[in-house]
């Protein structure tokens, strides 16, 4: 039994510490020179270190490098020379990184090209179709709308690649990976090069 | 939209200066250290304010084409800067978030989930040197265990069933390190939770596997002769098995400590000597495959009371409390056709506390001395379901929740000679049903309203509703009214507790509620958040303790109304080059409203910085937080100052290649301040912790993988 809610109720002074006064300008050089040494070191970074990157900036060089990686059938464009086609379904989160990533680069000699599509409706042939996010809702629908094109979906929405998409961009630890689905790829007819399988984790459904 | 433009755009130095000058009239006549912290941190913001600005016009000038023409190798190494994302989730939120990631863990060296939450806005925390007690919207009641905000790890609720207490300190069952990040979710949340929900819930989520690939060994070691070390071990198979498992164990030799209240010649001239110890280990694995996860707890920590609390000898090491936890977690999430979302958990968990208290009942100061020992066994077990469907402009969740506590047993007694005041064996049930619509009115208007049924065994159902308004002008920013109800159930321990001559029991006691009505502005940037929001808070029958005048027992009953407001801000910053801060005011007032006397351990003014910057190409990160609160009043109705303290934090992550390694110093100035000591403390003030070091090493066998 110990007793509880029993309260002396003593009103208590502050308890002052009493050093001599050695002690205590020994205290203030050493209090000083935290001081000056935290200064120094908060005000070092001129020097800027290696820049952390947008995502979008990185998810657009990712689309560029999925187009040097994945083969397509020859069939897909009438002109096997023609622009490589990557297509943006939705609302555009790139704000414009994806035309700077892709600017002035090709691939086996080919340009590439981006069309932005507001709705399924309005969606035409490409190489490559980046599923917004904001197209959550209609996934289903999309996926069976290309389900017989030979076209390399690409998406950032929680289990993409699990219900039929091809990528799925994710972010781990602050960087950015991807799923792929080989199955669908190959169901399509694309070519998924052994690089990207490596570096991506592969998903079955 | 205007409005945060020139707040990122213009007027920053302006405000970095502005900010140093509210803060030194604000720390005006404290102590020269504070001082002295105040001029370090306005010179911190105005340097980093300039390199920001500096940033900023570098970003939207030409950009050297970096990223675009990195390798398939390299790009999977890029850091991107996440802070947005986050930031569109705090200001989408139908409540006011506060959100602490694994970096910031890291980098600010946090070493209990009671430092991550201390640095959130509005939080205070007080050590009583056996539990961390946590001040949320001014109120922090003398003898409340943290019984009125919800712990959850990963949606699994931590507060106990005997007495709802909530573990913050190194009580904690999940070692820091394995955090993937907390949130507190600020005000009533019972419409969703249920019970403890009522001035908020935090939710620590745990790492999965993924990102922490291999076996990781850490080592630190601290003031006060403290060791802490982990291991690890993480994967993420291929055939989508994930999984972490961890062990770790902590030891505190602690502090020689001096009480002037004890400061007689037979009680060690007040000394506490050996009696300061803090000694625990944990287990944590988490494993999901699948739309299945499995999560299994272990700890328990020991921790030696040097304050002589509850009337025990003073200096006697064997006077301790105990606490184990243990929990097996088993989810499941499935999402069909993408519209229908339905969850499941099944779960067992089992928290014991065992209390040894050598008591001198002679009161002669000698031995032979008797050691009382107290104890509760709390064993639930339990299901939630719960399902969420999307149907036009509609999101409906639905779900149903069902605990049986099967043991929620206490007790009492004298080890020898036995003699036994107290052997209470219970058990009850709690079923709850709720529901909740999101309803997007139009694209910039969101309703969402919530209402949820507990029905508890003891003391029969309540009814919490909660409704949020929220107006989305644009893609980065909001604004929001709330009002939510939120209940606190009488634990068992204030039901049922008794010891002899002085507590009684009241099973009779009813839930506390409280309503609180909120207005929250929220804008966002690129780079920058904004946020200032004011909350009233009406909180109807509180329980507490009082002596019951015709027999001198101290009983719970619901006797206190209180009236909590208060006004916050927050601005955060992270940039590009990686420099990123923090800095939160809160304003609040607690005061009872029969008497019109605020509330005891109620700080008007708190205040929270922070800032972080890397040094050398990244190589280091210097961090440093300082935490502000005003002047509290304790049980004596005396007043402790306000107190200024501040932590710094070197760490790198690169110096040696699959090291981390960092140093930190907490309390840098040496700050002598206190905490209201409960009734259970002779102490009226407790002091807090003056300067302390802590050297972390972690090592990574296989990374870059």
């Known amino acids: 039994m110990t007793n509880t809610g029993r309260k002396t109720g003593l009103a208590l002074e502050r308890r002052e510490a009493v050093s001599p006064p050695r002690l205590k300008r020994l205290l203030a050089i050493g209090r000083l020179s935290i001081l000056i040494a935290l200064t120094v070191l908060f005000l070092l970074p001129n020097r800027i270190g290696a820049q952390e990157a947008n995502e979008y900036e990185v998810k657009a060089a990712f689309l560029y490098n999925f187009a040097r990686f994945v083969e397509w059938p020859d069939n897909v464009s009438p002109d096997p020379n023609g622009p490589l086609i990557i297509g943006i379904l939705g609302r555009d989160p790139f704000g414009g990184e994806i035309d700077r990533a892709i600017e002035g680069k090709t691939v086996n000699g080919r340009r590439l090209v981006i069309k932005r599509f507001s709705s399924l409706e309005a969606y035409e042939q490409c190489h490559i179709l980046f599923v917004s996010s904001s197209e959550r809702g209609n996934l289903p629908r999309i996926l069976a709308a290309v389900r017989t094109r030979s076209v390399l979906t690409v998406s950032e929405t929680d289990r993409f690649a699990q219900i039929g998409g091809i990528i799925n961009f994710i972010t781990i630890e602050n960087r950015i990976r991807f799923e792929i689905n080989q199955a669908a790829a190959a169901r399509v007819g694309l070519k998924i090069s052994s690089k990207l399988l490596s570096l991506g984790r592969v998903v079955r459904t | ?705």
């Open chain 2, 1 to 705: 939209m205007a409005f945060f433009d020139s707040l990122e755009n213009s007027s920053h130095p302006i405000l970095g200066e502005k900010l140093a000058r509210l803060l030194s009239i604000a720390f005006a006549r404290r102590s020269q250290s504070a001082r002295i912290g105040m001029v370090l941190i306005a010179a911190i913001i105005s340097s980093s304010a300039g390199a920001a600005i500096a940033q900023d016009k570098a970003d939207s000038g030409q950009k050297p084409s970096g990223v675009a023409d990195l390798s398939l190798e390299q790009l999977m190494n890029v850091n991107i800067y996440t802070a947005s994302k986050r930031w569109q989730k705090i200001v989408e939120a139908p409540a006011s978030v506060s959100i602490v990631t694994a970096d910031e863990i890291q980098k600010y060296g946090y070493r209990t989930l009671a430092e991550i939450l201390r640095s959130m806005r509005g939080i205070s925390i007080g050590y009583d040197r056996n539990y961390s007690y946590i001040g949320v919207r001014g109120v922090s009641r003398p003898g409340d265990y943290n019984t009125r905000v919800l712990l959850l790890v990963d949606g699994h609720r931590l507060n106990d069933n005997v007495l709802d207490q909530a573990f913050l300190g190194t009580e904690f069952p999940i070692d820091v390190d394995l955090i993937e990040r907390v949130e507190f979710i600020r005000g009533p949340s019972s419409s969703l939770y249920g019970g403890s929900a009522f001035f908020g819930v935090i939710n620590v989520i745990t790492k999965r596997g993924r990102g922490d690939e291999g076996v990781t060994a850490s080592f630190e070691a601290g003031s006060f002769g403290t060791y802490k070390g982990r291991v690890s071990y993480g994967a993420d198979f291929k055939n989508g098995l994930e999984m972490l498992v961890s062990a770790s164990f902590y030891d505190s030799h602690g502090q020689r400590l001096f009480y002037r209240e004890f400061d007689a010649p037979e009680t060690n001239n007040g000394f506490a000597d050996n009696s300061d110890y803090d000694r625990s280990h944990s287990f944590l694995a988490n494993l999901s495959y699948r739309d299945f996860r499995l999560q299994a707890v272990y700890s328990s920590r020991e921790k030696g009371i040097p304050t002589g609390s509850f009337g025990t000898v003073f200096n006697d090491p064997r006077t301790q409390t105990v606490d184990a936890k243990a929990y097996l977690d088993l989810g499941y999430q499935h999402t069909f056709s993408n519209t229908l979302d339905v969850t499941g958990r099944l779960f067992y968990d089992r928290s014991d506390f065992d209390g040894d208290y050598v008591a001198d009942y002679a009161g002669t100061g000698t031995p032979p001395f008797v050691e009382n020992k107290v104890f509760s066994r709390g064993r639930v077990g339990g299901l939630e379901l719960n399902a969420s469907k999307s149907a036009g402009k509609h999101r409906v969740t639905t779900g149903v929740e069902y605990r049986n506590n099967l043991r929620q047993d206490q007790g009492d007694y004298d080890a020898a000679p036995y003699f036994s005041y107290l052997d209470d064996r219970r058990s009850s049930k709690i079923w709850a049903l709720y529901i909740q619509d999101e309803f997007r009115i139009t694209e910039k208007l969101i309703v969402n309203a919530g209402l949820r049924y507990d029905h508890y065994s003891t003391f029969g159902g309540t009814a919490n509703p909660r409704v949020a308004l929220i107006y989305k002008p644009d893609e980065h920013g909001s604004l929001k009214l709330l009002y939510g109800q939120a209940f606190r159930a009488p634990n068992d321990f204030e039901m049922f507790f008794q010891a002899g001559d002085f507590s009684k029991s009241n099973p009779l006691l009813q839930p506390e509620t409280i309503k609180t009505t909120e207005l929250i502005f929220e804008r966002y940037s690129k780079h920058f958040r904004f946020s200032v929001s004011g909350f009233y808070s009406h909180i109807n029958g509180l329980i507490s303790q009082r002596i019951d005048p015709a027999d001198g027992r101290a009983q719970f009953s619901n006797v206190d109304n209180v009236i909590s407001k208060g006004v916050e801000t927050t601005i955060e910053g992270k940039l590009t080059n990686g420099i990123e801060g923090r800095f939160a005011y809160t304003l609040q007032d607690a005061r009872n409203e029969q008497t019109g006397d605020s509330l005891s351990n109620s700080p008007t003014n708190l205040a929270k910085m922070s800032l972080s910057i890397p040094l050398a190409n990244r190589k280091f990160f210097a961090s440093f937080q300082g935490l502000y609160a005003g002047e509290r009043r304790t049980l004596a109705s005396n007043n402790l100052p306000g107190f200024f303290v501040s932590n710094a934090t070197l760490l790198s992550k690169s110096l040696f290649k699959n090291f981390d390694i960092s140093a930190s110093v907490y309390n840098l100035f040496n700050v002598r301040y206190a905490a209201p000591g409960g009734q259970e403390h002779r102490q009226d003030s407790i002091q807090q912790d003056g300067r302390s070091y802590r050297l972390k090493l972690t090592y990574t066998f296989n990374r870059g993988q």
